[in-house]
């Protein structure tokens, strides 16, 4: 909840006074503190007088004391329990306090009148995307939407998909944020989140153009840095991805995420000894992390450190089973000559993704070493289809 709806809510709620102009002037100035002086002293402490209740609630709200702010209105409440006005504030501060079940009880109060409707539906549809009911959530904010009026549009749509993304429905998330966009161009955070959902469907490039437009406003944010930079690499950029990288370590030197960033792009430009450096400084600070410990594997394998590299790889398969580590394994036991070995973790990928160029010729290999050169020409047949 901005400033502006919870003015706009006390503007139906309160009595235009002096009072409340005094108020106004002190709250708009962001000047809390002077504005709850002021109604102490203007009405008795104990008045049980509900412009009172509301205008503290909101103030301590703005304040971030969230506790004072619910005893406020929960006075109101007791004192005018049918106004849908201060139901609204209630659910909007239950909500952002983590008290779901109450803000839910209290945003489907407001369903029944036209004018709150939509922001009832929105509201219930934010409590089921908190507890990750996303079918149920994408429901509501489609109803939400479907009684919306323009101002209120954004800020469904850009929920929505939010709750797309989590149900991996991620094209049609894409198309939610891009007209989400369309409605409010310099909303930057709706501009993050299309960047995330093209960045999740591979579409690197596009995803990049939303981020480079992002940091022109956000220069020093270091997610929008770093995801900035993966999508560079993921465009084969490695030398562009690197810079962003410095630039992000210039502002925290620390930052792990863009170590292992960093030394993924010197990885990729073979600098794989600055690039292990990199990912051991990383280490220091992020532990037992899957990326970063199978970038140090693959940085070790192109040292011809296979060892190593395969001590790393045993850790991460005890953990997790995933079929790419078991074809970063199967690469590296094939640079070891242990073919049979690496035959068995090929023929344990299950994931049709994974069986790409790299596969089938590894697999070739492994059978022309073992003696079996009819399986060897049938994966190298198999590989230069891929490569046509």
């Known amino acids: ?5 919870a003015y706009g809510v006390l503007s139906k709620l309160c009595k235009v006074n002096l009072p409340f102009i005094w108020t106004s002037i002190w709250f708009w100035a962001g000047k809390y503190a002077r504005a709850l002086d002021y109604i102490n002293t203007v009405y008795d402490e104990n008045c049980a007088v509900l412009d009172v ?3 503290r609630g909101i103030l301590y709200y703005f304040s971030n004391d969230h506790n004072y702010a619910i005893d406020n209105l929960e006075k109101a409440e007791r004192a005018n329990p049918k106004k849908l006005e201060i139901k609204y504030l209630l659910a909007e501060i239950y909500f952002e306090s983590a008290h779901i079940k109450k803000a839910q009880i209290r945003y489907r109060a407001l369903l029944g009148n036209s004018d709150y409707k939509t922001f009832g539906l929105y509201g219930i549809g934010n409590c089921l995307l908190k507890t990750n009911h996303h079918v149920e959530a994408l429901g509501f904010f489609n109803k939400a939407l479907s009684y919306a009026k323009l101002e209120y549009i954004p800020k469904i749509l850009n929920k929505k998909g939010l709750c797309l993304m989590e149900l991996n429905k991620i094209e049609e998330a894409i198309r939610c944020f891009e007209e989400c966009v369309r409605f409010v161009p310099t909303d930057y955070s709706v501009q993050l989140n299309l960047a995330l959902a093209l960045g ?14 992002i940091i022109k406003k956000m220069p020093h944010n270091l997610i929008v840095i770093n995801n900035f930079a993966s999508c560079l690499a993921a465009c084969h950029d490695y030398n562009e991805a690197l810079n962003y990288c410095n630039k992000g370590l210039k502002i925290d030197p620390g930052n792990p995420d863009l170590l292992i960033n960093k030394g993924y792009c010197l990885y990729k430009l073979g600098r794989y000894n600055n690039s292990l450096e990199c990912l051991n400084e990383a280490e220091k600070i992020l532990k037992d992390d899957i990326i970063l410990t199978n970038n140090k594997a693959l940085c070790l394998m192109a040292l011809e450190k296979y060892d190593d590299a395969l001590k790393l790889f045993d850790s991460l398969l005890k953990s997790n089973n995933s079929d790419d580590l078991m074809l970063n394994k199967a690469y590296c036991l094939v640079k070891k000559g242990m ?3 690496a035959l068995i973790y090929l023929l344990k990928i299950k994931d049709e993704r994974i069986k790409n160029f790299d596969y089938f010729t590894l697999k070739g290999i492994c059978f022309e070493h073992l003696g079996n050169h009819e399986a ?10 891929m490569a046509r």
């Open 53 to 55: 209740y509301c205008w």
């Open 376 to 385: 060897a020409v049938e994966n190298y047949n198999k590989s230069l289809n």
């Open 339 to 341: 073919y049979s070995e």
């Open 1 to 5: 909840m901005n400033k502006k709806e």
């Open 200 to 213: 999740k469907s591979k579409k690197y490039k596009e995803a990049a153009v939303v981020y480079k437009n």
